[in-house]
């Protein structure tokens, strides 16, 4: 399977949301969709997802383009949206089993994938419960199960982790890269730690332009030398800088921010994290395509 997205824009009136974006996504594997929010993310994946049409550009499965011909697209994909529809007065079971009814899968091989997947997202316990008595988390996983309905060649997810807990959240990115073995996962998320552990690939997108196309370990070797710590007491007034993490540790504050120097007396230089080099490529301090 290939995807490439062609100089793919979409403006809404006077705001564009998407700009030229070009990339081109093939075989198997986590690819991490991210940046913050107002990005362009989500609109990306409504395109990719064929819910709307690019105002320019094409999106190509395989050479023939998706915009054209939804339905070659939409066959091979499992999707998982932010705002999830969901029916409060069925179980998780009868939810599933509608919704592979309506994408016309066989009983039998349903019936299986079903059992397993109620299993592999902890839900074969409270199966028999309506939904409308799930917590959010609890929903979230029914959506996730219902998105890998029919085996999908290409699963699209938008804020996958959306009220999951952090255990939960450890087991899906261990199935999502279980399942990217054999086919091609993409994942839209602002929460960097998501998918550090487990994407191949990542795009970063800023005000709906693509700014670093690559290896998550390449954009940590990117920003070496652009990442500091400095202790400063709780409250203490900072320069106007990029900061990436703040932990407080006794009467004191660890401050992590990104720039090409220290700027804070005291403060030394430690090896990036990806949501460090993220932010540094952010700020432009990493030169980058885009």
């Known amino acids: 399977m290939e995807i490439v ?25 986590v690819v991490g969709l991210i940046g913050p929010n107002g990005a362009g993310k989500s609109t990306l994946v409504r395109m990719l997802t064929t819910q709307i049409k690019p105002t320019e550009g094409d999106i190509l499965l395989d050479g023939t383009s998706i915009v054209k011909h939804p339905d070659l ?30 994408k016309g899968l066989p009983r039998v ?18 199966h028999g419960r309506r939904l409308a008595n799930y917590s959010g988390g609890m929903r979230q996983r029914v959506a996730i199960a219902a998105s890998l309905l029919g ?30 073995q054999t086919r091609l996962v993409l994942m839209s998320t602002h929460i960097i730690s998501d998918i550090e552990s487990v994407a191949n690939r ?21 920003a070496q030398g652009c990442v500091w710590e400095v ?26 921010f990104v720039a090409d120097q220290p700027v804070i007396a005291g403060a030394e230089q430690v090896t990036p994290t990806l949501e460090d080099a993220s932010l540094a490529i952010l700020e432009g301090l990493v030169m980058t395509h885009g």
């Not at 100089?7 to 990339?23: C, E, L, R, S």
């Not at 007491?233 to 006794?250: E, Y």
């Open 5 to 29: 997205f062609d100089h793919v824009t979409m403006t809404f009136g006077d705001d564009v949301a998407v700009k030229h974006f070009t990339a081109t996504l093939n075989a198997a594997g």
């Open 73 to 102: 697209l939409r066959t091979k994909l499992g999707y998982l949206p932010q705002q999830i529809p969901y029916y409060p007065e069925l179980t998780a079971r009868a939810y599933l089993h509608y919704l592979a009814a309506a």
């Open 109 to 126: 091989a349903t019936d299986e994938q079903i059992e397993r997947l109620l299993g592999q997202l902890h839900l074969d316990a409270i």
């Open 151 to 180: 085996e999908p060649q290409l699963i699209v997810c938008d804020e996958p982790t959306v009220g999951l807990d952090p255990i939960e959240r450890a087991s899906l990115r261990t199935l999502y890269s279980q399942l990217a």
């Open 202 to 222: 990542i795009l970063l997108m800023r005000q709906g332009r693509l700014c670093f196309d690559g290896k998550p370990a390449d954009a940590i070797s990117a």
């Open 231 to 256: 202790a400063a007491p709780i409250g203490k007034a900072l320069p106007d800088i990029p900061i990436s993490a703040v932990k407080q540790v006794s009467a004191h504050e660890v401050i992590r």
